[in-house]
């Protein structure tokens, strides 16, 4: 089967590292990325590349259009943009970075092809993170106004991308959704992080798995129907949260919470 796979933030890690396996594969693959290096990549695998900041939700609004035009079916949408911030920052959008380019950017994408979604039966992929044991989502609090830290935001977010991808099987007809775990990656995730972050990222890469190793499970759930939507996979295997991530009601919750922070309300 040829499945039109869009992967945000495909142009390095185990975004990269998925679309190269899946092209290998014979699917169809369009990456996103904030740089010149998404297209070169993109022309090296025989992909389709598309330009997006998800620190600029102007962009992820342009990015769907453009999407929406140039595919009458999307098979799977992998939502893999994320990173860790060092410090508060505040977007354009008036949104604490860490939340935007972790959770809403993808969260918005998700509803603005959700039509074309639903009429292709798709699969929706978030990459989340074991780090979601160290976040705590705060419904008075989501925008981390109170006591910042780029470790426990981060992990606040990767909590949002297991509680999205969830309560997607609720709430959209024929979408399957769920969420992965790819390990601790070589990858330039931490490139945004303070310089201690970034030091024990650089000191830790020999324990690392490799971006290969990381997108085995994206490109497994991608290609794969032997999983239950809306559980949360590590190396293929369905695997235990926390009781934030379970619960129904704080998924439901944050869903309508997060409309509205994306004027989608």
Do not use: C
Request: net charge positive.
């Amino acid at each position: 089967m040829n499945r039109m796979i869009i992967i945000t933030g495909g142009s390095s890690g185990i975004g990269a590292a998925a679309a190269r396996a899946l092209r290998a594969q014979g699917e169809t693959v369009a990456i996103t990325g904030r740089s010149a290096e998404t297209k070169r990549f993109a022309d090296e695998i025989g992909a389709d590349a598309f330009l997006a900041d998800f620190a600029k939700l102007r962009d992820v609004r342009a990015l769907a259009a453009r999407l929406l035009e140039r595919y009458p079916r999307i098979d799977v949408l992998a939502n893999n943009v994320g990173g860790v911030i060092a410090t508060r920052e505040v977007t354009e959008d008036g949104h604490e970075k860490t939340l935007q380019v972790n959770h809403l950017g993808g969260f918005l994408l998700t509803m603005l092809l959700r039509e074309r979604l639903e009429a292709s039966n798709a699969t929706v992929i978030n990459t989340a993170s074991r780090a979601h044991r160290m976040g705590h989502l705060d419904l008075n609090d989501l925008e981390n106004e109170r006591n910042y830290g780029e470790w426990r935001a981060y992990g606040t977010a990767k909590l949002m991308n297991i509680l999205h991808a969830a309560e997607i099987n609720r709430r959209f007809r024929g979408v399957r959704g769920v969420s992965f775990h790819p390990g601790v990656v070589t990858t330039a995730f931490a490139r945004e992080g303070a310089l201690m972050t970034r030091l024990l990222y650089e000191a830790g890469r020999f324990f690392m798995v490799s971006p290969e190793k990381g997108a085995d499970t994206l490109v497994w759930l991608a290609t794969s129907g032997d999983w239950t939507p809306g559980r949360y996979y590590v190396k293929r295997k369905e695997t235990r949260i926390s009781s934030q991530a379970a619960d129904p009601q704080l998924a439901a919750e944050l869903w309508d919470w997060s409309e509205r922070a994306v004027a989608l309300r």
